[in-house]
C-alpha cells in the first residue's frame, strides 16, 4: 500500500496524522461527538441554527420545482456569474466580465483549492495569517507548497508589518489573505491591505483573498484587496453565499479576478468537483441581488448575538476579545484557571454542558504558546440558545 503522496501531504499540513503516521480525528470531529454525547450546546462549528432570507429560499424552492436539477455550465449560471458581478460593482465599485472573471464553485473552499493547485508549484512558499482556517494548511500541503505564517497575536490580533514584510520573499507565490478573518474577527486596516499589496507587488507574489464574512461585520468597513491601488492584475477573490445568507450547506461559492488567472483556476477546477447547486444558484442571485437593508440587517442581527454571547462569558469570567465581524468571538480561560484551552475545551461538555474550540487547533503546534489559553466561541445561533449556553457556562464561577 502507498504511505506517500498528495494525501498524505494534506493530512501532514493540516496535522491529521498521529505519532504513527495514522489519520486521527480533527478536534472539530471530536467536539461534534462530544456535543452530541452530552447534549451540549455546541458552539464549536461555525454554521447557523436559523435560516436565511425567504427571497433566498423560496427562489430555490422555485428552481427546483421548474426542473433546474441537471447539470449547470461549468464555469456557474449565467444569472450567477451577472449578479456576482453586479454585487462587486454595488458594494466595492470593482467592475467584472461576468462571462470572463467570475468562477462559481462548490463553496469557498473548492475556489480555494483550485487556486492553490493551479499556481503553487513543490517548494513554492504561501503566507498566510495564524490562526487560520484548517484548510489552509491541508490545501498547501496538497499543492506542494511551503506554509510560512505571519502571526496575530492578542488582544489586537493584527499583524506586525516588520515581521509581514520579513516573511514575504522571492520565493513567495501567494499570499492568502482572509479578512474578515476566521477566528479572531478581525477586519484589516487599509494600511495592512495596502502593504500587503506594495510586497506582493515587490516580490512578484498572487494574492489570494478569503472574503466569505464580508457582509458580516459590525465594526470596520470591509475592504477588498482587489479595489486597492496597484492590486487588482494580481489578486484572486473569493467569496460564497453561505455565510451572508445562513445557506452554509449548500455550498455556492465564487473566484473573481483577471481572465488569464481565473482560467488557470477553471483548469483544476472542472477536474474537482465540476458543477454543483445547479437549483441553488439562482437563489443566491436572488441573494446578491437583495437590498442594502437586507444586508445591513443581518449584520445588525448577528451583531446582537455577539453582545448577548459577549456580555455572557465576560461574566462567567472569561476575558473577552472583541470582533470586527464574523461568526465568533474570542475569550481567555486563563481568568477562569484553564491555561490549556485544548484540555478545558475538552472537560467543559461534560462540566457544564457547552462545546467551544481551542484556537491552538488554527496554529501550527510550534507556533501553539501565543495562544494556548485562547478559546473561539461561535455565536451564529439563535438568541435563546445563546442565552442558554451563557447560563450554563456562569456555574463556571460558581
Same mark, same amino acid.
Given at each position: 500500500?502507498?504511505?506517500?503522496?498528495?494525501?498524505?501531504?494534506?493530512?501532514?499540513?493540516?496535522?491529521?496524522?498521529?505519532?504513527?503516521?495514522?489519520?486521527?480525528?480533527?478536534? /472539530?470531529?471530536?467536539?461534534?461527538?462530544?456535543?452530541?454525547?452530552?447534549?451540549?450546546?455546541?458552539?464549536?462549528?461555525?454554521?447557523?441554527?436559523?435560516?436565511?432570507?425567504?427571497e433566498v429560499l423560496d427562489a430555490a424552492r422555485r428552481a427546483?420545482?421548474?426542473?433546474?436539477?441537471?447539470?449547470?455550465?461549468?464555469?456557474?449560471?449565467?444569472?450567477?456569474?451577472?449578479?456576482?458581478?453586479?454585487?462587486?460593482?454595488?458594494?466595492?465599485?470593482?467592475?467584472?466580465? !461576468?462571462?470572463?472573471?467570475?468562477?462559481?464553485?462548490?463553496?469557498?473552499?473548492?475556489?480555494?483549492?483550485?487556486?492553490?493547485?493551479?499556481?503553487?508549484?513543490?517548494? &513554492?512558499?504561501?503566507?498566510?495569517?495564524?490562526?487560520?482556517? &484548517?484548510?489552509?494548511?491541508?490545501?498547501?500541503?496538497?499543492?506542494?507548497?511551503?506554509?510560512?505564517?505571519?502571526?496575530?497575536?492578542? !488582544?489586537?490580533?493584527?499583524? &506586525?508589518?516588520?515581521?509581514?514584510?520579513?516573511?514575504?520573499? &522571492?520565493?513567495?507565490?501567494?499570499?492568502?489573505?482572509?479578512?474578515?478573518?476566521?477566528?479572531?474577527?478581525?477586519?484589516?486596516?487599509?494600511?495592512?491591505?495596502?502593504?500587503?499589496?506594495? #510586497?506582493?507587488?515587490?516580490?512578484?507574489?498572487?494574492?489570494?483573498?478569503?472574503?466569505?464574512?464580508?457582509? #458580516?461585520?459590525?465594526?470596520?468597513?470591509?475592504?477588498?484587496?482587489?479595489?486597492?491601488?496597484?492590486?487588482?492584475?494580481?489578486?484572486?477573490?473569493?467569496?460564497?453565499?453561505?455565510?451572508?445568507?445562513?445557506?452554509?450547506?449548500?455550498?455556492?461559492?465564487?473566484?473573481?479576478?483577471?481572465?488569464?488567472?481565473?482560467?488557470?483556476?477553471?483548469?483544476?477546477?472542472?477536474?474537482?468537483?465540476?458543477?454543483?447547486?445547479?437549483?441553488?444558484?439562482?437563489?443566491?442571485?436572488?441573494?446578491?441581488?437583495?437590498?442594502?437593508?437586507?444586508?445591513?440587517?443581518?449584520?445588525?442581527?448577528?451583531?446582537?448575538?455577539?453582545?448577548?454571547?459577549?456580555?455572557?462569558?465576560?461574566?462567567?469570567?472569561?476575558?473577552?476579545?472583541?470582533?470586527?465581524?464574523?461568526?465568533?468571538?474570542?475569550?481567555?480561560?486563563? !481568568?477562569?484557571?484553564?491555561?490549556?484551552?485544548?484540555?478545558?475545551?475538552?472537560l467543559l461538555p461534560e462540566r457544564v454542558g457547552v462545546v467551544?474550540? !481551542?484556537?491552538?487547533? /488554527?496554529?501550527?503546534?510550534?507556533?501553539?504558546?501565543?495562544?494556548?489559553?485562547?478559546?473561539?466561541f461561535a455565536f451564529c445561533k439563535r438568541e435563546r440558545v445563546?442565552?442558554?449556553?451563557?447560563?450554563?457556562?456562569?456555574?463556571?464561577?460558581?
Open positions: 500500500m502507498r504511505t506517500s503522496g498528495p494525501w498524505r501531504r494534506a493530512a501532514a499540513g493540516a496535522m491529521l496524522l498521529g505519532t504513527d503516521g495514522a489519520p486521527v480525528p480533527t478536534i /472539530f470531529a471530536e467536539m461534534s461527538a462530544r456535543a452530541a454525547a452530552t447534549g451540549s450546546v455546541n458552539l464549536g462549528q461555525g454554521f447557523p441554527d436559523e435560516d436565511g432570507p425567504a427546483i420545482a421548474d426542473g433546474v436539477n441537471q447539470y449547470p455550465p461549468g464555469r456557474g449560471t449565467a444569472d450567477l456569474r451577472e449578479a456576482i458581478a453586479e454585487h462587486q460593482a454595488r458594494f466595492y465599485d470593482l467592475h467584472l466580465d !461576468p462571462e470572463r472573471e467570475v468562477l462559481v464553485t462548490a463553496g469557498a473552499t473548492e475556489a480555494l483549492a483550485a487556486a492553490l493547485l493551479a499556481f503553487v508549484e513543490p517548494g &513554492d512558499q504561501v503566507v498566510t495569517f495564524e490562526p487560520f482556517y &484548517d484548510a489552509y494548511g491541508a490545501l498547501i500541503a496538497l499543492a506542494g507548497g511551503e506554509h510560512v505564517t505571519v502571526p496575530l497575536r492578542s !488582544p489586537g490580533f493584527l499583524p &506586525d508589518l516588520d515581521e509581514l514584510t520579513s516573511a514575504i520573499t &522571492d520565493r513567495t507565490r501567494v499570499i492568502l489573505v482572509n479578512s474578515p478573518h476566521n477566528p479572531t474577527g478581525r477586519v484589516f486596516p487599509q494600511d495592512v491591505l495596502q502593504r500587503i499589496v506594495e #510586497l506582493a507587488e515587490e516580490h512578484d507574489a498572487l494574492i489570494l483573498t478569503d472574503e466569505v464574512y464580508e457582509h #458580516l461585520s459590525f465594526g470596520a468597513p470591509h475592504v477588498p484587496v482587489a479595489s486597492l491601488p496597484g492590486a487588482a492584475h494580481r489578486t484572486l477573490t473569493i467569496s460564497s453565499g453561505g455565510k451572508t445568507f445562513s445557506t452554509t450547506g449548500w455550498k455556492i461559492g465564487w473566484i473573481t479576478g483577471p481572465s488569464e488567472l481565473i482560467e488557470g483556476v477553471l483548469a483544476v477546477k472542472q477536474f474537482l468537483t465540476y458543477v454543483n447547486g445547479a437549483p441553488f444558484q439562482p437563489a443566491i442571485a436572488t441573494g446578491l441581488r437583495l437590498p442594502d437593508a437586507v444586508f445591513g440587517g443581518i449584520a445588525s442581527a448577528l451583531a446582537a448575538k455577539h453582545a448577548v454571547l459577549a456580555d455572557g462569558i465576560r461574566g462567567a469570567g472569561f476575558d473577552v476579545f472583541t470582533p470586527d465581524a464574523g461568526y465568533f468571538v474570542i475569550a481567555d480561560a486563563g !481568568p477562569l484557571g484553564f491555561p490549556d484551552a485544548r484540555e478545558f475545551c475538552r467551544a474550540i !481551542p484556537v491552538t487547533a /488554527f496554529v501550527r503546534p510550534d507556533h501553539a504558546d501565543d495562544f494556548t489559553s485562547l478559546v473561539r445563546l442565552h442558554e449556553a451563557v447560563e450554563r457556562l456562569g456555574r463556571l464561577a460558581a
